[in-house]
């Protein structure tokens, strides 16, 4: 798969994701071939460009999961984009509540792991597609600890709003680490832009300061012990965190999930490790059929999960079909993952044919 420019588009070219409108309808499915009309149409959409299979290239697989969940991402972000643009100009918002309830339908109350993909994304559409995922991210996490569907509206609200300050800048920053003077820019603007929204709950407002208060403070030291106990700001922290390390980029390779959770446990002082287990326990990382990296530089795939320690799952060999239990102390002692293996879309290379394979032995 090849990530090609809308500008180098050219007709008879294949899509390797869906394209969708604002309303979620289907325009064009995978393995569409483009026309020039197609083109034409696909340039108005503001795209930086579009993930193209190679001339021989199989569709890739993807769960019916896979393709709601980014149906909805498309769908939400031309109505966060719109809601977002009315307030930031001092209007009210078209459709935020019921925003919010739709990603709490969708996500709030999930009773099995998703598998959550980025998008690409630029300077132009980077605020938009951010709040959108830490939106996701902290309903998911919050159903996972066992929230009321009137806690987890808090946070949802919170999230779509808490990042609104970032529009009022000249270049909207798209990397994971913002400098501190612009941080600061970011947090005074949103709280001068919700101050005078005004229709807004105070406990919304209150919560956007508190995680703002974390993100700001580089110094973990610094942190009160009440902002640390505070698990709604954490929930943001921890959301927002997650989606800026592993968020695809116009001129950088993301984290991957594996090491972006490594990181995230890590800094028990700056983020909760609760939280941070919830978050595993809601989104597959290493999970039977993916293609992994070991520490002994060879690669492998994952035979069986281990949903007490992800890290430490059983993986084949690749090089001589050998197994790697990697929660016996003995093993880990000589080889850990590194990393997961990805396709060019960022999405967790996987390879069911050799898993069904093995099954079958």
């Known amino acids: 798969m090849l990530f090609v420019k809308v500008d180098d588009l050219r007709a008879g070219m294949r899509l390797g994701k869906p394209i969708y409108n604002k309303n979620g309808v289907l325009l064009y499915d995978r393995d569409t071939k483009l026309t020039m009309q197609a083109i034409y149409g696909i340039k108005n959409f503001g795209l930086l460009g579009l993930y193209i299979l190679e001339p021989a290239e199989p569709v890739p697989p993807m769960t019916e999961d896979d393709i709601t969940f980014e149906r909805f991402q498309t769908m939400a972000v031309f109505s966060i984009r719109e809601d977002l643009d009315l307030i930031d100009s001092g209007k009210k918002d078209k459709g ?119 993100y700001t403070r580089e110094d973990a030291g610094n942190i009160s012990d009440a902002l640390k106990e505070s698990v709604n700001a954490n929930i943001l922290y921890v959301a927002d965190a997650y989606d800026r390390m592993t968020a695809m980029k116009s001129f950088e390779e993301p984290t991957s999930e594996v090491k972006a959770v490594r990181a995230l446990l890590a800094d028990e002082e700056r983020y909760n490790k609760k939280v941070v287990n919830a978050l595993i326990q809601a989104i597959n990382i290493l999970y039977p059929g993916v293609c992994v990296e070991l520490t002994n530089g060879e690669k492998g795939l994952v035979i069986l999960g281990n949903e007490e320690n992800i890290f430490e799952p059983v993986v084949l060999d690749f090089r001589d079909n050998s197994l790697y239990d990697l929660s016996s102390p003995s093993v880990k002692e000589k080889v850990q993952i590194a990393d997961v293996m990805k396709t060019m879309d960022n999405r967790i290379k996987l390879d069911h044919k050799l898993l069904e394979e093995y099954g079958a032995q």
Request: glycine letters at 6%; one cysteine or more; charged letters at 25%.
């Open 96 to 214: 935020l509540d019921w925003l919010c309830s739709l990603i709490i339908k969708n996500y709030g109350g999930l009773d099995h792991k998703i598998n959550f993909v980025q998008s690409l994304r630029s300077s132009e559409d980077f605020v938009y597609k951010h709040v959108l995922n830490v939106a996701i991210l902290s309903a998911i996490i919050a159903g996972q600890m066992g929230f009321p569907v009137g806690r987890i509206n808090l946070l949802v609200k919170a999230a779509v709003l808490h990042d609104i300050g970032a529009l009022k800048l000249n270049q909207i920053p798209d990397a994971e680490d913002v400098d501190d003077g612009t941080k600061e820019i970011i947090k005074r603007n949103t709280q001068e832009t919700l101050t005078r929204y005004g229709d807004l709950d105070e406990d919304v407002q209150k919560l956007i300061t508190q995680m703002q208060e974390l």
